[in-house]
């Protein structure tokens, strides 16, 4: 078994209805009886394989996280830490159907040199707060512009309101991740979380993790069946060794 770190696959080559391996982008043919795909599926499709056409999905809503490197502390928070805003129902409104920023905010914030300061320099902590925000496809608003600088000091204003005194004047690093770094990564409408967990893209109706021709080509990932988060991607893996064994065909 060998590990090749850092490589990235431009294209799965293909002949006779089968995969024969995959081409690197520096141009190198690795020969494989089995591609295991794990891009996000939609990506796979287009960007790898010879079939582009693909079912049109409906995407899961993305998110800001930024991540902060700060001189201020907070005894009284836990290591993550949940923040809803009044307006529960109005912020999915937002988000999921009208393609709007949250007017009021529910946020996660985690503080994980709270849990092990050596995360951070000594006396010095690490926050990473994380704002749901629509997906490309419901607003493909211009991220690298301003707007990423404007929303993370809207955000520094939200948390101070909510009880993190002094946040903004803590900060000595702050990088902001945006739906269109997501999508620079590879991943669908921008949004990190994949396909949405709708009544028909879930469970069988889920894209499957078998390729519709191509019998060696398995996907995983929560891209495909069952679905998004770790531990559900952990049991894509299960399927796809399964899969490949054909002790689940
Ligand atoms: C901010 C955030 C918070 C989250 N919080 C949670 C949580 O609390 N609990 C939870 O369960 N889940 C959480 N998730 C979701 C969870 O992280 C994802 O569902 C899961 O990691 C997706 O796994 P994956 O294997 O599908 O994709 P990834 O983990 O993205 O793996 C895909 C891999 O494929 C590689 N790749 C892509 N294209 C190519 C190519 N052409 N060539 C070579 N390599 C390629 C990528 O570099 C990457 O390493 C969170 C996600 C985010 C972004």
């Not at 990235?8 to 009886?33: L, Q």
């Not at 502390?73 to 920023?101: C, M, P, Q």
């Not at 997501?182 to 994949?194: H, L, R």
């Not at 995983?220 to 069946?225: A, E």
Request: proline share 8%; hydrophobic share 35%; aromatic share 8%.
């Amino acid at each position: 078994m060998q590990f090749r770190y850092g490589t990235t696959v431009t294209r799965v080559e293909t002949a006779h209805g089968r995969a024969t391996g995959v081409v690197t982008a520096d141009g190198e043919f690795v020969p494989a009886d089995v591609v295991v795909l794990n891009p996000d599926l939609p990506v796979a499709y287009q960007e790898l394989l010879p079939e582009r056409r693909q079912r049109r999905l409906t995407y899961s809503p993305s998110c800001v996280v930024l991540h902060v490197g700060s001189t201020q502390g907070y005894g009284k928070i836990a290591h993550h830490n949940i923040h809803f805003g009044r307006s529960w129902k109005g912020t999915f409104d937002e988000v999921i159907r009208r393609g709007e920023l949250m007017t009021d905010p529910s946020l996660l914030v985690t503080n994980p040199s709270r849990t092990d300061p050596s995360v951070a320099p000594a006396g010095k902590h690490t926050y990473y707060v994380l704002a749901p925000v629509p997906n490309l496809d419901r607003a493909p608003f211009d991220w690298p512009g301003d707007l990423t600088d404007r929303y993370a000091q809207q955000l520094v204003g939200t948390l101070e309101e909510r009880g993190y005194v002094g946040f903004g004047d803590g900060v000595e690093v702050l990088r902001a991740v945006t739906p269109a770094d997501w999508a620079a990564q590879g991943m669908a409408a921008g949004t990190p979380f994949a396909a949405a967990h709708t009544f028909l893209q879930t469970g069988p109706f889920r894209p499957s993790n078998l390729h519709r021709t191509l019998g060696n080509v398995v996907f995983v990932g929560s891209g495909t069946q069952p679905g998004v988060g770790v531990p559900m991607v952990l049991i894509s893996g299960k399927l796809a060794a399964a899969r490949i064994t054909g002790e689940h065909r």
